[in-house]
């Protein structure tokens, strides 16, 4: 192998002033016969080591670094001899050291000669006598004199390995040597290292002690290769830091560290309301750098740990044993211990231990839910599925009011695959909505008998938003499992019963009563062409009925007298049944016939269709049967049912009668299609509050893939519960990763050419998103009835039209698609100004600009003959008008940007707002400055105190946008980050208008980045993911930046980061992406993949078990990894039958048709909607041929 020069570690690297210069003055000895000889040269002075230049590494390319060059300098050191025996044995080792790297001067040439060898004797007695006069002048100036290292030298009596400075270096035709004791580091790094890693050792006293003397004893001045393990056999063999041995050792329970400890204060010392201004309970550090007063420096091994903290637990948890957070860090502590516990056996008796200590929490605790999570959780990794369910019920027994118990344990059983059956979780979802409707209701009635009303009214509001939360992961389950027409007459009856409900009191039973009877007749429902709403039809109903009566009346009193005979009403029915049913009975008997003959028949071709479905009934089980298409073909054919068939059918407006005996197969779908009362009614419940049915109709709007404004915040757990519900990705997410990919394919040399936007296939049912749009209009429309006014409904039901209208494509259109549908709803409602500015706001987006204007100067010069309960509306008018000139004002000029500093005037100073003429002047920009800054005064009491809606926030953002405009970029950023200072940072990250303020001040740093520093704008967006870390905006934004200002190692280790500590969907989502576009290493979207599903949650994500899937059959090319993938996946989400099709759509390749049968006979089993019959798919066969 090659020789690569290395130095030995600190002692190398320097060379001292005085044995430098004393060689320079010596002759340089004649080296031996080198067996190696380069070229023939005498031995000259040159070879003597000098500071007149410096020393350079060989010209070699494999050597391509200068480490001769050192510039720092080291500290004064003393070295005390202490008896004269002592420096004899000194000059002994220093003789010995001296032969050593005269071995080494070998690879300089000397004469082959005879006389060379002897010459080399001499020479060699004479520098041992030198070496004895320089070590004796050196002990006695070493007290007096310091070590002054030059940093061109090397270490002395170490010849160099090339001379440059000698001619006859560089005439030389070899630049390199062999080494034929081999370097470790090499061995270690798999190649030829340049640098000499330290060698580290664990901190023993003792044996530093006696390295240190030995060192010292052995090697007064750093020459030699003076490194420990040179020193020492023993040290040598010992290995590096990562050898086997050490890492035993650093396992090893006894092993003692050095530990800084800092008492604990528990945080029931100081109230909740108490805002501490420095935490400085979470360092050990003071104000001066130093540890704290009560800090202490310690060493004990991990059993001395483990004894001491169980004390500190027992006394905290003695001392507070109402502290959650004190029991909780205790559970996790012994999650810690079982971490370093090999034995499962000890790692059994730790988890009991974590069960006692959390059984007694919840006894001194008992409404404590983080407490009963985390014992459940136990119970979970102990118990079996059965004993686990019954604790759950257990539970719930004594909580049945607890949305946060309901909501985990729902979730829970929805992942057992041995327990999982469609049936059983409905009734589980039906005890839920029951139990937590009866809990809203005993509050509503609490709330009007006690004094505190308004705080029970906010308990109230919570209550039912999490009641709405149920209802939503109820009718994504439905849809999931695959009965699509259950999940919309859920949700068209839930917003009849509690939108459209009639103005009457009545009782709960009595309401039940009316609704079934609006729900059985010919009316029409929420989303149907027509739909009155249940209120109106019945309003509608009570009049007809009311004028049949008066008709009915009215013929009676005009007929009157006599009419003779008749027979009763009963016989004449009878009378009149009889030829009828004698023609039944006929036709019974017929029917009786034909399905005896079609079920022999079907007896004989049972064995036949086996063998065509590729299973032979006289075969081994285990035989493989390679054709599957016909598998494949049922399973299109399964999905292009699925896409159509998500409507309720209507029994009586369809012809179709529940006595019909023909089989027909269409009229048997049909009648699957069609929803009875009773498949509804135990999941009805009624809503209070106008909050909670806004979010009813929020959420039904994006159940259905409209998009809306933002609505809610990303921490919440309506957040987190629909990213987790993701069975492909919807649109606001496909735009983020749309533009990271095109970030990254723009800035990388070699990206991938695979877009994580096609994993899954976007390319969704047209037909059935077309339908949707129209049922989705119809919905909304209906809902603006009961919240005029709402800007936000009112953007939904255009943007409805607009998708319906371009089949889906937005861009298709240029004349704006909903401009008809948002004509008529202006003219019915002319006070609405928030309706035109939504108008204006779609115009503008299909580019017409002039068209938007007239719209926006329109509304508010019509502002001021509004009440004054509409006036308020205007900031947001204003704010919307501002930022579509700006978005305008990249392709058109400086135009746009003076019409919205006019615009902003007008707001600012309060005037009437007048038409853009001209450019503002000076002094109406300093009257807008200053009514700016007068509002936000008047704001910032409102916010401190909680209250913030919409006007403030664009009251906030249009301030910015204004001093942006006319004052700079810095000055905007100034007005937002004052406003975030206002808010308390847990309401902040709860606020979901605050989230928007958040994403408007990232957008503004990412306009400015050019002016800004790069490290300003990665840093707002870092502190953003931090109080905001499930936001694709902002994930968004952090990849873009992310290549401008710091390499992709970096994002990295911020993905990883934010994917340990919250652990979510859409991070994951991000950080594969990001993988994937570059074109990243296999092994490591693997890892993020098993990461991710490792977690305990994000287990039943459908969309991360189906990317994986896809993964590895599109990309990786991996179909039986993605055979095993497929099986875990189905394991842990039984629910999701588009999951279970994805194996006969992709994994044909790999499964046999007898696997394929019994997946589908186990889907059946677990009783997911199936609506084809494979019979069909071999009948279409046969048709064919």
Sequence with gaps: MKLKPRSSGFNETFAMETPIEAAAEEP?????????????????????????????????????????????????????????????????????????YTRLQSHALVESS???????????????????????????????????????????????????SSDAAKSTAKKYYFDSRGDRD????????????????????????????????????FEGDSDIDALNNRLKSGGRYWSAKYSAVERHKNLKRIRIIVPIQSSVTTPGDFIPLLDDQTSGKGVDGGFASGASVVEESWEDEVLRRTMEFNKQTREHPHDEKVWLAFSDFQDKVASKQPQKGARLQTL????????????????????????????????GTDVFIGRWEKVLMQHSGSCKLWKEFLRAVQGEFSRFKVSEIRKMFANAIRALSSACSRQHRQAHQTANALHLDAAIVQQEFGLVDI????????????????????????????????????????????????????????????????????????????????????????????????????????????????????????????????????????????????????????????????????????????????MPVRAKSNGISHGNATPDREGDEQLLSVILFEDVSEYLF????????????????????????????????????????????????????????????????????????????????????????????NATLLCLTAFPHDYILEEAVLVAEELLNTKMDSCSCSVTPCRALAKSLVKSNRQDVLLCGVYARREAAYGNIDHARKIFDMALASIEGLPSDLRSTASLLYFWYAEVEISNSSSSGSEPSLRAVHILCCFGSGVKYSPFKCQASSVQQLRARQGFKERIRILRAAWARGVIDDHSIALICSAALFEELTDGCIAGIQILNQAFT????????????????????????????????????????????????????????????????????????????????????????????????????????????????????????????????????????????????????????????????????????????????????????????????????????????
């Excluded at 060059?69 to 004269?84: F, I, M, R």
């Excluded at 009155?532 to 009346?553: C, Q």
């Excluded at 993964?1111 to 039984?1134: D, K, L, T």
Aim: with cysteine.
């Design 114 to 164: 005879s006389d060379g060898e002897r010459g080399r004797e001499k020479k060699k007695k004479k520098e041992k006598e030198k070496d004895k006069k320089r070590k004796r002048s050196y002990s006695s100036s070493s007290s007096r004199s310091a070590f002054n290292f030059d940093a061109t030298s090397r270490k002395p009596n170490v010849s160099s390995w090339d001379s440059s």
């Design 28 to 100: 340089a000895a004649t080296a031996p016969a080198s067996l190696f000889p380069v070229a023939l040269r005498p031995a000259s002075d040159g070879d003597a080591i000098t500071n007149a230049h410096p020393r350079q590494w060989l010209c070699n390319q494999s050597f391509t670094t200068d480490l001769s060059v050192v510039e720092d300098a080291v500290k004064h050191t003393n070295l005390v001899v202490e008896s004269q025996s002592e420096k004899e044995e000194e000059e002994e080792e220093g003789i010995k050291i001296e032969d050593k």
């Design 471 to 646: 209802f939503l992961s109820l009718c994504r389950f439905e849809w999931q499992a695959g009965y699509q027409e259950l999940a919309t007459a859920l949700f068209q009856a839930e917003i009849e019963y509690s939108l459209f409900c009639p103005s009457l009191l009545l009782t709960e039973q009595s309401k039940h009563r009316l609704f079934e009877h609006f729900w059985n007749s010919s009316g029409a429902r929420v989303g149907e062409d027509g739909a009155p709403g249940w209120a109106t039809w019945l309003e509608k109903e009570e009049e007809e009925r009311k004028k049949i009566i008066r008709e009915e009346s009215s013929d009676e009193n005009e007929e009157g007298g006599w009419t003779g005979w008749s027979l009763p009403l009963s016989e004449t029915k009878d009378s009149s049944a009889n030829p009828e049913s004698i023609m039944d009975d006929v036709a019974l008997e017929k029917l009786d016939e034909e399905f005896e003959t079609i079920a022999v028949e079907q007896k004989d071709d049972t064995e036949a269709l086996l063998k065509m479905l590729g299973i032979d009934a006289d075969t081994d089980p285990n035989s493989d049967v390679k054709d599957t298409t016909t598998w494949t073909r049922w399973s299109e054919e399964e999905l292009s049912r699925d896409s159509d068939q998500w």
């Design 186 to 221: 090499n061995l270690a790094f798999g190649c030829i290292y340049r640098m000499d890693v330290a060698r580290y050792k664990l901190y023993n006293s003792m044996k530093s002690y006696e390295i240190n003397y030995e060192w010292s004893r052995k090697n007064l001045f």
């Design 352 to 383: 009991e231990k974590k069960i006692s200590i959390l059984e007694k929490a919840t006894e001194l605790n008992p409404d404590n839910e983080e407490l009963l999570l985390c014992l459940l959780n136990a119970y979970q990794s102990r118990d």
């Design 982 to 1185: 206002v808010v308390l940072p847990e309401r902040r990250s709860q606020s979901y208008r605050l989230e928007f303020v958040f994403e408007y001040y990232v957008r503004m740093l990412w306009r400015h980045h050019a002016e800004l520093k790069l490290s300003k704008v990665w840093e707002s967006v870092v502190q953003g993911l931090q109080i905001y870390p499930s936001n694709p905006e902002l994930f968004g934004a952090l990849v873009e930046i992310s290549h401008l200002h710091t390499t992709p190692n970096k994002l990295r280790l911020i993905f990883d980061n934010y994917c340990q500590k919250n652990p979510s969907v859409i991070t994951w989502l991000f950080a594969l992406s990001f993988e994937m576009s570059r074109g990243g290493s296999q092994h490591r979207i693997r890892g993020l993949f098993e990461r991710a599903l490792g977690n305990e949650k994000l287990r039943n994500s459908v969309i991360l078990w189906r990317c994986y899937i896809t993964y590895e059959i599109n990309v990786a090319g991996n179909p039986s990894a993605a055979r095993r993938i497929f099986f875990r996946a189905i394991h842990a989400c039984p629910r999701s039958k588009k999951l279970w099709l994805d194996g006969f759509l992709q994994l044909h390749t790999v499964l046999t048709a007898k696997e394929l049968s019994d997946l589908q006979e186990v889907m059946r089993d677990k009783e997911l909607n199936l609506r084809t019959d494979i019979y069909e798919i071999l009948l279409q066969d046969e048709i064919q041929l």
């Design 686 to 777: 009624s809503i209070s509050s106008k909050e909670a049915r806004l979010f009813l109709v929020f959420q039904f709007i994006d159940f259905y893939g409209g998009r809306v404004s933002k609505w809610t915040c990303t921490n919440s757990s309506t957040w987190v519960e629909n990213t987790l519900s993701f069975v492909k990705l919807p649109d606001f997410i496909l735009e983020n990763l749309r533009r990271v990919h095109g970030v990254i394919t723009t800035t990388e040399s070699s990206p991938s050419n695979f877009c994580f936007e096609f994993l899954l296939g976007s390319s969704n049912d047209i037909s059935m998103r077309t339908d949707m749009m129209t049922f989705l209009r």
